[in-house]
């Protein structure tokens, strides 16, 4: 750990916009952001197919069944890359139970990005050019698979206000603004 480094982790709801903010904000931050691509360091670092973390991406320890790497042995590579990229330079992480992971480290400021689920199956629905009812359905689907996995690995409930330093509605202020306001935030956090 170096205390001169600073995370932030992104929690969010689907179709919140929470990757959009969270890579605005890293850009405002002038830090690297990590999601998917969290999984294809880990695959390199580990010398296994991206493939598999593919599979088992915020997919609870069931929904991938593999007698050599199982979703646990995954979670714990994963979990390993979070803690060395944190170690060696300032971050925004999203999702990844990152928020979990990192809860020992200083210099730690752990959001959470929501949006009322109105608007959220309308981003969905545009994205993705489906019903708004189609997106309803996608996002319920979507958000068991992210809490089972998030509640499976950190014996959290996912989305507690509790678990979180600043909990934000991103439909209020748009995602600039949003993205935005979390930048001075995280600023006044660390100081």
């Given at each position: 750990?170096?205390?001169?480094?600073?995370?932030?982790t992104?929690?969010?709801?689907?179709g919140?916009?929470g990757?959009?903010?969270?890579?605005?904000?890293?850009?405002?931050?002038?830090?690297?952001?990590?999601?998917?691509?969290?999984?294809?360091?880990?695959?390199?670092?580990?010398?296994?197919?991206?493939?598999?973390?593919?599979?088992?991406?915020?997919?609870?320890?069931?929904?991938?069944?593999?007698?050599?790497?199982?979703?646990?042995?995954?979670?714990?590579?994963?979990?390993?890359?979070?803690?060395?990229?944190?170690?060696?330079?300032?971050?925004?992480?999203?999702?990844?139970?990152?928020?979990?992971?990192?809860?020992?480290?200083?210099?730690?400021?752990?959001?959470?990005?929501?949006?009322?689920?109105?608007?959220?199956?309308?981003?969905?629905?545009?994205?993705?050019?489906?019903?708004?009812e189609?997106?309803?359905?996608?996002?319920?689907?979507?958000?068991?698979?992210?809490?089972?996995?998030?509640?499976?690995?950190?014996?959290?409930?996912?989305?507690?206000?509790?678990?979180?330093?600043?909990?934000?509605?991103s439909?209020?202020?748009?995602?600039?603004?949003?993205?935005?306001?979390?930048?001075?935030?995280?600023?006044?956090?660390?100081?």
């Open positions: 750990m170096n205390d001169n480094y600073f995370n932030v992104i929690g969010r709801r689907i919140s916009g990757l959009t903010i969270a890579r605005k904000l890293g850009k405002m931050l002038g830090v690297e952001v990590y999601d998917k691509e969290l999984i294809m360091t880990a695959a390199k670092d580990y010398g296994i197919g991206a493939e598999f973390f593919e599979k088992a991406d915020e997919k609870g320890p069931d929904s991938f069944n593999d007698s050599a790497i199982g979703s646990n042995n995954l979670f714990k590579l994963q979990t390993e890359v979070i803690r060395r990229l944190a170690g060696m330079q300032s971050n925004v992480f999203v999702g990844r139970c990152a928020d979990y992971v990192l809860r020992d480290y200083p210099k730690l400021v752990t959001i959470f990005v929501s949006a009322p689920l109105e608007a959220r199956k309308a981003t969905v629905a545009d994205r993705f050019g489906i019903s708004e189609k997106a309803e359905t996608y996002i319920r689907k979507m958000e068991r698979k992210r809490k089972s996995y998030y509640e499976y690995f950190t014996f959290r409930d996912w989305g507690s206000s509790e678990n979180y330093d600043l909990c934000i509605d439909s209020i202020l748009g995602s600039d603004m949003t993205a935005s306001l979390i930048s001075d935030f995280v600023k006044m956090a660390i100081s």
